[in-house]
């Protein structure tokens, strides 16, 4: 039972009002500060529960946000930034995972299940307009017969 | 065939229920270095302030070159960390009893308190560095305290434990790599 | 002496639960009609055995009982009423109980209203209904019973997590649940349908209002979530793709599909087999969402207390429901008949790519969020899945949707013409050049470009939605006394679409506008200090102390001009529960409906001189949830519609027509 409460303390804790750039981190340039919050908003505060450094209040997400901004005045791009946190703390801080091969079902899964599901209801449409040729459809009328020839001369 | 079509969202469902099962044996906060089997990062940190000299080595900060040469531990801690008390005696063992050499990391620490929690734990680093800003601890990865990092003889890490080490990682994992480097 | 009652009442509940599946499913089987009929009222005195457990658990948190473990745990003397009675579904067992609640409600209004369907399905249903509740009601007494007593009793209690004090966050659960639980409604009647081996047009009319009613609340919930996060959490962030929100839209994004397919059973007897599979995987999400927020499988930020014992229950709810539907769903459905057909533009067509876009996207979300466990047990390494990542792949998804959203209502059934679907669609078409280059012109290219588009798809989405209905009723095309009698003789359903669809247009604006173009000021500030953000002047003028019941609060106060003329007093608060020890942000908004001013008070600086003030400007974000707000309205007008009321006659017709088997039975 103590466990189960603890375990309970923890998990709401971690749930804290997401006060999370302080004034003193802000950077004077305005274009830069824009810049080191998009980076922030794409790194994952990793002492925290899928939140990004931008978002959290842990002390190291702090220092990582200084750090990104350090690494911005010192002229770095912003994939020199990314590279250099992702160096020391590897893949897992970015929360856009990277497109290699362990993510590749996660990047192409949704789009090939969009695929299989449009192929799949091509081919059900395709096999019920077979049927409906016979069944359900009004034949065509003279005008519609005359186009569907132009349309299959063209073809040729 | 047809059939099968029909199957289909049962097997998927099928498979996803597994490997929910699975998913209770991990360990979701459980975080892979980055750093393993990449060298050292490279690094010169002063002693914690008013620490006098002591241990073998002479103390006097801590930098990456001390890190060549022998099998060593890298270990950070901090007063304020709970679980850092928690492990010093296993820490203290392995130092003193077991033979490995192990330096110190003082991570985001007021030197005050880290002078006071040492003389009263005792002190099993052959030298400690104080990484007041925490920068240093960022270009090892380090994410929480404690956290433990084993380097070989040409100064890469081979091994981390994120975590107070307990007797039972020492016995299991971090002795017999030991060994393994040492000869290797 | 109460608990027990309620205890009580729980495992009676269990034994009821249990006579109103096993005798009816025989009886439907055997043909027995008085077997049969156990069901119905064995649903209402599930419903009312439930209702009073709950009751008895609302009580000892209403008096404080503090001798019920539950009640130390969550509650205080000192907390207000309110929260002590929204505290009973503010933890685990609790949310639990009104889960179960939620589900014999639904279930005894199968009962009660169900009159007209036929014996041997609404057997069926109740019986499956009956079944969940075994499940969960198993789980309660077993994992999670609320009525454990502890002796002796503490003075006190722990109080219940001060975020969770907040009367957006307190009525968040039941709207949520009543979602989640009304899908099972739809996976009942699915199961039932493939036990019976029908599926008819009639079985949809049955099934759409529940899906309807269930649609609407979850919809309503997750917008409550949604602006609760909005306000509490102190910058105005309103969705963050974590896993315990994804688990909550992934239900609805399958409900939604489910709303749309169930269109086409009704009207064109079509996509029967698919749609059953809809019914079954809504009710699978819900329930695998249950499971992923108290299983703690997954890292989220708003975990419930995490037992893995628990999680272990749920999975194996988890497997026999969804694999048991799934497996008979495997030998049922190929016999079931295809029934109408269509050309591929028709607005059946139109009505399957929604679902296929539907389904892309809740897969989508489905594998973005189980991603990294599904990585990390197969031993290929951790990985984080956030928001950067599902508003890549989502966005994609989402806007040829709502696109085809527009255009579908105006094909006809069958067989459709696109070319004059979209000519009438014109007035919808300038719409989006206007909006699109008014913002271009406004905000002179600040903000992505992706912003322009937001604006576009919602001009899209919200004029070509009333062109539809204007469409509809003649509107300019006859006299105005002829138009308006149209629209009020419209079918409910059709003013529900009108409102429902365009609704979605208003937050896709309001969630454009808050991305695109919020402001911010993030500073210290000393009293009388001023802030200047988006034109607003903000005086701060200093912060006092404030006492609630069962806090101490900071509460500091802004006065906001705009060209020197006083707008409003802000006063945001930062509140500490003395119990719990915890700080909740009181933010204060002060709203003109076309955009928030929004203040937080932080923490004090070192020497305690100033404090770190955010301040931020967010354009349109109201009409996210006025139009979540609206979606959820357009959901229940559609619910009025005439026919769900009287959908019995169209079956008996029907069944006369095509031979049915399973012939009327004298019972009833």
């Not at chain 2, 029909?6 to 459980?30: C, I, K, N, Q, S």
């Not at chain 2, 901090?78 to 990391?105: D, F, M, N």
């Not at chain 3, 249990?18 to 009222?41: C, E, F, H, I």
């Not at chain 3, 559609?638 to 959908?647: A, E, H, K, Q, V």
Request: charged residues 15%; proline residues 6%.
């Amino acid at each position: 039972m103590k466990r189960v409460l603890l375990a309970a303390l923890l998990a709401l804790s971690t749930l804290a009002p997401a006060l999370a750039v302080q004034p003193d981190e802000v950077l004077p340039d305005p274009a830069l500060e824009t810049r080191a919050r998009a980076i922030s908003q794409e790194l994952r505060c990793l002492v925290c529960q899928n939140q990004s450094i931008d978002d959290s209040n842990a002390p190291l997400a702090r220092d990582l946000r200084l750090l990104v901004r350090d690494r911005l005045k010192a002229g770095d791009s912003d994939t020199k930034v990314m590279e250099y946190v992702t160096d020391r703390y590897g893949d897992y801080v970015l929360l856009r995972p990277p497109f290699k091969a362990t993510t590749l079902v996660l990047w192409v899964g949704p789009f090939a299940v969009l695929l299989l599901g449009a192929a799949g209801t091509f081919l059900f449409l395709r096999g019920r307009r077979g049927v409906a040729a016979g069944a359900d459809t009004a034949p065509l009328s003279a005008d519609e017969r005359r186009r569907l020839d132009a349309l299959l001369r063209k073809d040729d | 065939m047809r059939r099968l079509l029909y199957l289909l969202p049962f097997l998927l469902f099928l498979g996803v229920g597994v490997a929910f099962y699975l998913g209770f044996e991990r360990d979701p906060r459980d975080i892979p270095s980055a750093l393993i089997d990449k060298p050292a990062p490279t690094f010169d940190l002063p002693a914690i302030p008013g620490q006098p000299v002591q241990g073998q080595l002479g103390a006097g900060g801590l930098s990456s070159a001390k890190l060549t040469g022998d099998v060593t531990l890298v270990n950070v801690f901090a007063s304020w960390c709970i679980p850092c008390k928690a492990e010093h005696p296993v820490i203290t063992r392995l130092s003193r009893e077991q033979g490995v050499t192990v330096y110190g990391i003082n991570y985001k620490d007021k030197p005050e308190d880290a002078l006071t929690w040492l003389s009263r734990n005792g002190n099993p680093y052959a030298a400690i560095g104080a990484d007041q800003d925490g920068r240093v601890s960022i270009d090892w990865g380090v994410y929480g305290v404690p956290e433990s990092y084993l380097i070989d003889r040409k100064g890469r890490i081979r091994f981390k434990h994120v975590g107070p080490l307990t007797p039972q990682v020492v016995e299991e994992q971090i002795l017999p790599m030991v060994k393994h480097l040492r000869q290797g | 002496m109460i608990p027990e009652l309620g205890h009580y009442a729980l495992v009676l509940a269990l034994f009821v639960a249990l006579v109103q599946s096993v005798p009816p499913l025989v009886g439907a089987a055997t043909r027995n009609g008085a077997w049969m009929n156990v069901a119905v009222p064995a649903a209402i005195a599930q419903m009312l055995l439930v209702l009073l457990a709950y009751a008895a658990l609302t009580w000892a948190h209403v008096v404080s009982d503090f001798s019920v473990l539950n009640v130390v745990q969550n509650s205080h003397s000192a907390k207000p009423m309110l929260y002590k009675v929204s505290g009973v579904w503010g933890n685990h067992e609790g949310s639990m109980m009104l889960w179960i609640v939620m589900l014999t409600i639904f279930g005894a209004a199968v009962a009660v209203f169900g009159r007209n369907l036929p014996p041997t399905l609404k057997a069926r249903v109740l019986a499956v209904q009956g079944l969940i509740g075994v499940g969960f009601l198993l789980f309660i007494l077993i994992t999670s019973n609320p009525f454990i007593r502890v002796i002796p009793a503490p003075l006190d209690g722990n109080d219940l997590n001060p975020l969770l004090q907040d009367p957006g966050l307190a009525f968040h659960p039941p709207f949520l649940y009543a979602g989640y639980v009304g899908f099972s409604m739809a996976f009942s009647f699915a199961v039932a349908a493939l036990i019976e081996g029908r599926v008819d047009p009639a079985w949809a009319r049955w099934v759409r209002p529940w899906t309807l009613a269930a649609w609407s609340t979850l919809t309503m919930g997750i917008a409550m979530g949604s602006w609760w996060a909005y306000y509490e959490l102190g910058w105005g962030g309103w969705w963050y793709w974590d896993p315990v929100e994804n688990a909550s839209f992934m239900p609805w994004l399958a409900g939604t599909a489910l709303l749309h397919s169930a269109i086409v059973v009704e009207k064109r007897d079509a996509l029967k087999s698919w749609t059953i599979l809809l019914a079954i995987v809504t009710f699978s999400l819900s329930l695998m969402g249950t499971f992923l927020v108290r299983s703690g499988i997954l890292t989220s930020v708003h975990a419930f207390a995490v037992d893995p014992k628990r999680g272990i229950f749920i999975l194996v709810l988890l497997a026999i429901a969804t694999g048991g539907s799934l497996l008979l769903y495997s030998l049922r459905a190929p016999s079931l008949k295809a029934g109408g057909l269509f050309a591929p533009i028709s607005r059946e067509g139109a009505l399957v790519l929604n679902n296929l876009l539907l389904s892309t996207a809740t897969a989508t979300v489905f594998i973005g969020t189980l991603y990294p466990l599904f990585l990390d047990i197969m031993k290929l390494g951790k990985v984080s899945v956030g928001a950067p990542f599902f508003n890549a792949t989502f966005l994609p998804v989402a806007i040829p949707m709502v696109i085809a959203m527009v255009v579908g209502p105006f094909l006809s059934w069958k067989r459709a013409d696109l070319g004059s679907a979209l000519t009438r669609l014109w007035v919808a078409g300038v719409a989006v050049v206007a909006a699109v280059a008014v913002t271009a012109y406004v905000k002179a290219g600040s903000g992505p470009l992706l912003a322009l588009v937001g604006i576009g798809i919602a001009a899209w989405a919200f004029v070509g939605s009333l062109v539809e209905f204007a469409d509809r009723i003649a509107l300019f095309r006859t006299s105005f006394r002829n138009s308006w009698n149209r629209a009020v003789h419209l079918p409910r359903s059709a003013w529900g679409m009108t409102i429902a669809h365009a609704c979605v247009g208003l937050s896709i604006l309001g969630m454009t506008g808050t991305s695109a173009w919020q402001t911010e000021s993030i500073s210290a500030m000393k009293p009388g200090d001023r802030a200047s953000v988006a034109g607003y002047e903000f005086r701060f003028d200093g912060v006092g102390l404030v006492d609630g019941p069962n806090f101490k609060a900071e509460r500091g106060t802004f006065t906001v001009t705009k060209d020197g003329r006083q707008i409003a007093t802000l006063e945001p608060e930062r509140r500490s529960y003395s119990t719990t020890r915890m700080t909740t942000t009181e933010s204060a908004i002060h709203t003109t409906v076309f955009s928030d001013l929004y203040v937080a008070l932080g923490d004090p600086t070192q020497n305690g001189t100033a404090w770190i003030v955010r301040i931020y400007h967010h354009p349109l974000v109201p009409w996210i949830w006025i139009g979540g707000i609206g979606m959820m309205l357009g959901g229940l007008v559609s619910l009025t519609d005439r026919r769900f009321r009287i959908g019995a006659p169209e079956r008996r017709r029907m069944a006369g027509k095509t031979g049915d088997k399973s012939a009327p039975l004298p019972a009833e």
